[in-house]
């Protein structure tokens, strides 16, 4: 690796452009061999990196959502049961009552798809920006319990209060 590289490879590493580090020496060799512009061969790399970013973000946020399990609507069986509202369900999905700070409550009986939708709409929440928790209700009882009795309690509910959406399933 020459100077000139080794200072590049240093500064990319520095300000944590692992997309750049990754791809520059490819690009770079495509951008000579195709003509490209310098504006756009970094074009290119910014694109890629944003991307990537805007990935990792999506999966960090997914993960700390601690969904039980990843479903997404294109999953959910409509015809089974019947008494599924599918434009209410799919209003919802819009997630217009984010922005509005409004409440929503799923409820019904057991086997509707209750934990189903809250867990589509928490993960579609999380693919488009918004901080959210998926938890229990028993959890949040027992986490709030526990922490009252180690004089922790404003700490453990910020847990709860700080996503922008915190889905509590099983009431």
Not at 16 to 43: G, T, V
Not at 127 to 148: D, K, M, P, W
Request: charged fraction near 25%; hydrophobic fraction near 40%; charge should be positive.
């Amino acid at each position: 690796m020459s100077m000139t590289n080794e200072n590049l490879y240093t500064n990319l590493r520095d300000l944590k452009l692992k997309y750049f580090i990754e791809n520059y020496h490819a690009a770079a060799q495509l951008a000579a061999e195709s003509q490209m512009s310098h504006i756009d061969f970094l074009a290119e790399l910014t694109d890629g990196e944003i991307n990537m970013r805007s990935a990792k973000s999506v999966e960090r946020r997914i993960r700390n959502a601690r969904l039980p399990f990843e479903k997404s609507m294109e999953q959910f069986q409509w015809s089974h049961p019947e008494k599924i509202n599918r434009m209410q369900i799919e209003n919802l999905m819009k997630l217009d009552f984010i922005d509005k700070k409004v409440n929503v409550l799923i409820i019904g009986p057991s086997g509707l798809g209750k934990s189903h939708i809250a867990s589509s709409l928490a993960r579609l929440a999380c693919i488009e920006g918004y901080n959210t928790l998926f938890t229990s209700a028993i959890e949040i009882v027992n986490t709030l319990t526990a922490a009252r009795a180690a004089n922790s309690l404003d700490k453990a509910l910020k847990r709860y209060t700080h996503p922008q959406i915190c889905v509590i399933d099983k009431w």
